[in-house]
């Protein structure tokens, strides 16, 4: 076999072979290649290349103007200065361009080539290869027709943050050509970027090679809040971004009227919770410090007119010991010409500065005080309700701290919700007054016979102004007999206590004409209901205290009494301890049957022993139940025993109820102090009726 030939130390098969390599690659990138001979002119392509141009071999005229006959026109001029550019430099030559074929697609061609230079250095031939890029440059023309047409911002940034491209709503929304920016570090073009969560986000997004997402604000000169997305590439990083401002402001729009509306509604809590409004509106500046200010005063008009400031706060808690010293003596010290005088007697919001008060105030307290405080600006709104203005919520605000119209505005809601409620506890109160006034006129005092001492009490429900049909009373029968009556009407109303007063005085009658027993007394108070149509339920629980001689030798007294579905009286015995008279079993209600047979019961006291009735008010709660009530009363009136018997019934009421009744309460209990010692200074005089026969045991 022949040895291979060697040509320059390499085997001419070495170079075939990697001809051969070549010619392969070519074909399979499906590249053309053109040969152009500078000195004949003669154009030499391949069959791909005719075949991309729409020629066939024998169309094909192999010179330079077969190919500017199928470039397009407004590509020609600058394809024709890149190749005389390569000729003229002996350099290189590249160069993307549309050819037109007649009757068919534009395409696109990149071609890229070489001039070869001569003997004498300049160029005598041009070579190269071209390929179709139609596909490519359309997906990429596409690409970016979408990132020009889309509404949102979007930038490409390079491994070293360089903008590499910038689409037309970027250029918008950045405030910036793409000619600027491109090319143009991002920290350097926009450096209050720098140490922000822009940084700190796209910096993690190329170390992480993740995505990711955030919403940011943008100084001036954007002064602006975006919705940025970014993920990495391995071209760099790119950046898609939405202007959001006007959702941001929206959104904090949105966030202060719920802000708003949590505080107005605080406040509506606050002062409907409870029937002590006074108390609820010195605890408003709690509410609106810091909210609305940086600390707060508000002020109230007593009945007198005189101004009283009631709460303060302040946000800062060092600042409060001064805050409460300052309302403990600013008002005293203000003048009439003050801005807060002019608040509350102009009935309109006033703001001033705070250095104008301070100028006002006389040297002394108040003045060095406020100085302390330092506040750059007030604001007093009156607190308002039907024509009155019934007091003052004072705002101060801090230096650098100005209240917005908003602010006012809410405090003024605020102010004018207090001064509604503030005028709604004056209406309560009066309504209060009338109503235990008229409940108290139908409940008179009790009598004061022998050695018996009868202490009554009357407690309205707290839950509102209104009069009920709870009722006590106590008087003497003609035959000297004492009478002790508690009752209650089904209701909570006007037409409660109308028919609380008509069953009252039916009863009185009844027995202080009759000398009729307690069932006897209950029998015909029934039918004295059905006869005259009241039409109403009741309970009731009825008394009566008597002696024979015999008795009153032995120092004892019987008690006979009746029971219409009331709670059953309880005895005190002088030892000290508690009997209930009867268990729960008792008489049919009043005005259910008129014609129920109503029985008396009797029990014999020692003198000294202690009797009580009562309505359910002393004893229920929502809490428990009523068999859970009078083990209470029992267990306290053990417990009080050995007090007088005015003192017994106030602690009563005030350990079972605290004050505060879910019902009204109504009690009367009479001690029978003993008869062979003279009659004690609390039992009162011996006041009885002229037809009524004197106490056998008075001397």
């Given amino acids: 076999m022949q040895e291979p030939t060697r040509v320059g130390g390499a085997s001419r098969t070495d170079q075939d072979a990697a001809q051969l390599r070549a010619q392969l690659a070519i074909a399979a990138a499906d590249i053309g290649t053109f040969d152009w001979d500078l000195i004949s002119g003669r154009l030499v392509w391949d069959d791909r290349l005719i075949a991309l141009f729409g020629y066939r071999k024998d169309t094909f005229g192999e010179a330079i103007e077969a190919f500017n006959d199928r470039v397009h026109p407004d590509d020609l001029p600058r394809v024709t200065e890149a190749l005389n550019t390569a000729i003229d430099e002996c350099g290189d030559y590249d160069a993307v361009y549309r050819v037109v074929v007649p009757g068919a697609e534009t395409r696109w061609v990149s071609a890229r080539g070489r001039a070869l230079p001569g003997p004498d250095g300049a160029a005598v031939r041009v070579i190269g290869v071209a390929t179709d890029v139609t596909a490519t440059l359309d997906g990429e023309a596409r690409v970016t027709r979408v990132l020009e047409a889309m509404p949102a911002g979007f930038y490409q940034l390079d491994p070293d943050w360089r903008f590499t491209h910038v689409n037309a709503e970027a250029e918008r929304l950045l405030q910036r050509s793409r000619e600027d920016l491109l090319g143009e570090v991002i920290w350097e073009a926009f450096p209050a970027a720098v140490n922000s969560v822009f940084e700190d986000s796209y910096r993690a997004a190329v170390a992480d090679g993740l995505p990711v997402a955030f919403d940011a604000h943008y100084p001036a000169p954007l002064d602006g809040w975006y919705e940025v997305r970014a993920w990495p590439t391995p071209e760099g990083l790119s950046v898609y971004f939405l202007e959001v401002t006007e959702r941001h402001r929206a959104l904090e729009q949105a966030e202060r009227a719920a802000r708003r ?6 406040v509506s809590a606050e002062l409907a919770g409870t029937l002590d409004v006074q108390a609820a509106t010195a605890r408003l500046p709690r509410i609106v410090v810091p909210a609305l200010a940086d600390f707060c005063v508000v002020t109230v008009i007593d009945d007198d007119g005189h101004p009283r400031d009631v709460g303060s706060w302040h946000v800062d808690p060092g600042s409060r010991a001064v805050l409460d010293h300052y309302t403990e003596v600013r008002l005293d010290a203000m003048p009439l010409t003050a801005p807060v ?20 105030l006389p040297v002394g307290r108040a003045r060095e005080l406020i100085s302390v405080l330092a506040p750059g600006s007030e604001v007093a709104l009156p607190l308002r309700a039907r024509g009155r203005t019934l007091g003052l919520l004072t705002l101060f605000y801090a230096g650098g701290h100005e209240p917005t119209d908003e602010d006012v505005a809410v405090a003024q809601d605020v102010a004018d919700r207090a001064g509604l409620a503030l005028d709604n506890a004056r209406l309560f109160g009066q309504q209060r007054q009338m109503a235990e006034g008229l409940q108290r006129s139908l409940l008179t005092e009790p009598p004061e016979p022998d050695h018996a001492e009868i202490v009554v009490r009357y407690l309205p429900a707290a839950e509102a ?36 007063g008509q069953v009252r005085s039916l009863l009185r009658g009844i027995a202080a004409y009759s000398d009729a027993p307690p069932g006897e007394v209950l029998r015909g108070l029934d039918a004295a209901m059905a006869v005259l149509q009241l039409d109403t339920i009741a309970t009731a629980a009825v008394a009566r205290f008597e002696q024979t001689d015999d008795e009153r030798e032995r120092g004892v007294t019987r008690m006979i009494w009746a029971n219409a579905g009331h709670l059953p009286p309880l005895a005190l015995h002088p030892d000290g301890s508690v009997a209930v008279l009867a268990d729960w079993k008792a008489d049919l209600l009043l005005g259910v049957d008129s014609g ?37 009363l029992r267990a306290a009136l053990t417990e009080l025993a050995d007090r007088p018997l005015q003192e017994l019934c106030d602690e009563l009421i005030e350990r079972l109820v605290e004050g505060k009744p879910d019902d009204d309460v109504a009690l ?25 026969p004197a106490d056998p045991a008075t001397p």
């Fill in 465 to 500: 102004a209104r009069v009920g049909g709870d009722w006590y009373d106590a008087f003497l029968q003609p035959n000297g007999s004492t009478m002790l009556v508690i009752g209650d009407v089904v209701g909570h109303d006007t037409a409660a206590a109308a028919a609380m």
């Fill in 596 to 632: 129920t047979v109503r029985s008396d019961s009797v029990v014999t006291l020692d003198r000294g022993a202690t009797v009580l009735l009562y309505t359910d008010g002393l004893i229920e709660r929502r809490d428990s139940d009523l068999d859970t009530g009078l083990d209470r």
């Fill in 261 to 266: 509306l949590a505080l107005l509604a605080q």
């Fill in 341 to 360: 005088a002019r608040a509350l007697y102009s009935d309109e919001p006033v703001s001033f500065r705070a250095e104008d008060v301070t100028q006002l």
């Fill in 668 to 692: 009367v209990a009479v001690r029978l102090h003993p008869q062979d010692r003279p009659r004690p200074p609390e039992a009162g005089p011996n006041r009885v009726p002229d037809v009524v």
